[in-house]
């Protein structure tokens, strides 16, 4: 089939083509591109591993997907992590790693399960009554074989080809790996693409994983903001997922992110020459002008958090009464993520009092990975390891010896 799109002012041509998978997956169900690996790791492992192809562990989502996937992996004996990660109990609480919402649509756990007192990560069974069954499981004391997923794309010839979209590394052209950001737009454009827009999480690790064994750190994409932040995609696309750094200071239009650590996006002045990538989507011939750019702002959002049950993904907290005064209290702050994803928790302001403050940070296995008792400096962050973590605020003493004191913030977010 063949369409005409009129993108702006830039006339394309689109072959609609059958789904293909790439990078050694199997197109299987008509809709989903898997590769199995026996050699049995870890649950992070496994996350790992999947994230460096751009995808996750395989998620499931109806009985057919079930019989297929256990189809595929076939009866190679082996039992395997699947991409579904529980908070409690309740399947309601178990999340899907692509981000696609949790299981009380469609499960397929063993009698008994979910059971998270045994770990928050699932398998699906091998053989014997329970085969393709899901099973709870302690995430990083076991190993298991592993099922990953990426999604569909459309064939193309371009070296790297995801979710039905070509992306071009600047690096790779060794005429300019390194532009300003109007002259590299326009080397985007000269290749019918544009900087490159970001929609998920995914789509961070696959460029992520595009950058593996360069020792390029930071590369620019294709958003700009005005001042105060209201960040836009050259690409007119939607702002529709924003990991801008909390840690981002700085000031510039342009915008770099961070591909060799947690793929957060940094303010930068639009004149410095950096790495850069383009993306187009894919089986696309041109003949091209650029396209105005739309201005979209995003919805902050946050509350408190103290010893609320878990807080996902990404938000705010900061210790109970903050900004106006550092008061006798005691909170738990639980964070999670999806089951691929890390947490990065980047402190924002710390105003509290020595003597009656302890403010501890947990990763997902309980280890310390740092605590304080008044001002740090620089602000502190920390990642966890896997898909939690925990902070304890403690303050004993009464409001009165708090005076001054706002107590501190911190934002967290996946990555
Ligand atoms: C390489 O860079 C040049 C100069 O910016 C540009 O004209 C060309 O289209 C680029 N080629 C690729 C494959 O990105
Ligand atoms: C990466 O390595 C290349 C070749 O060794 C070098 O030219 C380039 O300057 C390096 N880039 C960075 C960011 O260190
Ligand atoms: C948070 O929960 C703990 C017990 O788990 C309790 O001692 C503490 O008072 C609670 N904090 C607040 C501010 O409610
Ligand atoms: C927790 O995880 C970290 C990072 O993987 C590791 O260094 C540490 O030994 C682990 N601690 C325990 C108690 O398992």
Aim: hydrophobic letters at 35%.
């Amino acid at each position: 089939m063949k369409f005409l799109l009129i993108f702006g002012s830039l006339l394309v041509s689109f072959c609609v083509a059958d789904p293909v998978c790439t990078n050694g997956f199997s197109l299987v169900n008509g809709a989903k591109c898997l590769k199995f690996f026996a050699t049995p790791v870890k649950h992070r492992v496994a996350e790992t591993s999947c994230a460096s192809y751009g995808g996750a562990l395989v998620t499931i989502r109806n009985a057919i997907d079930n019989r297929a996937v256990s189809t595929f992996v076939g009866n190679s004996g082996f039992s395997f992590w699947i991409g579904v990660f529980c908070v409690s109990n309740d399947p309601s609480t178990c999340y899907f790693d692509d981000d696609t919402g949790s299981a009380s649509a469609y499960n397929n756990f063993a009698r008994g399960f979910p059971n998270v007192d045994l770990g928050g990560c699932v398998y699906s069974a091998a053989t014997g009554s329970l085969a393709g069954q899901w099973i709870s499981s302690e995430c990083e004391n076991v190993e298991m074989a592993y099922v990953c997923e990426i999604p569909t794309t459309r064939a193309d010839t371009c070296a790297h080809n995801f979710n039905g979209y070509c992306y071009l590394l600047s690096h790779e052209n060794a005429t300019s790996p390194t532009l300003p950001f109007s002259a590299a737009l326009d080397s985007c454009h000269q290749n019918c693409a544009d900087l490159v827009s970001i929609h998920s999480k995914r789509e961070i690790s696959y460029i992520q994983s595009l950058y593996t064994g360069s020792n390029i750190s930071t590369t620019m994409i294709g958003a700009l903001t005005t001042s105060p932040l209201t960040p836009y995609w050259i690409d007119q696309s939607r702002w529709d997922y924003n990991h801008v750094s909390p840690r981002s200071g700085s000031s510039g239009s342009c915008f770099q992110m961070a591909v060799s650590t947690d793929g957060t996006w940094y303010q930068v002045d639009c004149k410095t020459s950096q790495y850069f990538v383009c993306k187009r989507p894919n089986g696309i011939t041109c003949n091209n002008t650029p396209a105005p750019p739309v201005i979209v702002t995003p919805a902050p959002t946050n509350p408190s958090g103290c010893n609320s049950t878990t807080l996902f993904d990404s938000g705010y907290i900061t210790s109970p009464n903050y900004p106006t005064s550092f008061v006798y209290s005691y909170c738990v702050y639980k964070i999670s993520t999806l089951g691929p994803y890390r947490i990065g928790l980047y402190f924002s302001d710390i105003s509290t009092y020595n003597p009656y403050t302890s403010v501890q940070v947990f990763d997902s296995n309980g280890t310390a990975l740092g605590t304080f008792r008044s001002a740090v400096s620089p602000l502190p962050y920390y990642y966890s390891s896997s898909n939690s973590m925990t902070v304890v605020s403690l303050s004993t003493a009464n409001q009165a010896q708090f005076g001054g004191y706002r107590g501190w913030a911190a934002k967290f977010l996946s990555f």
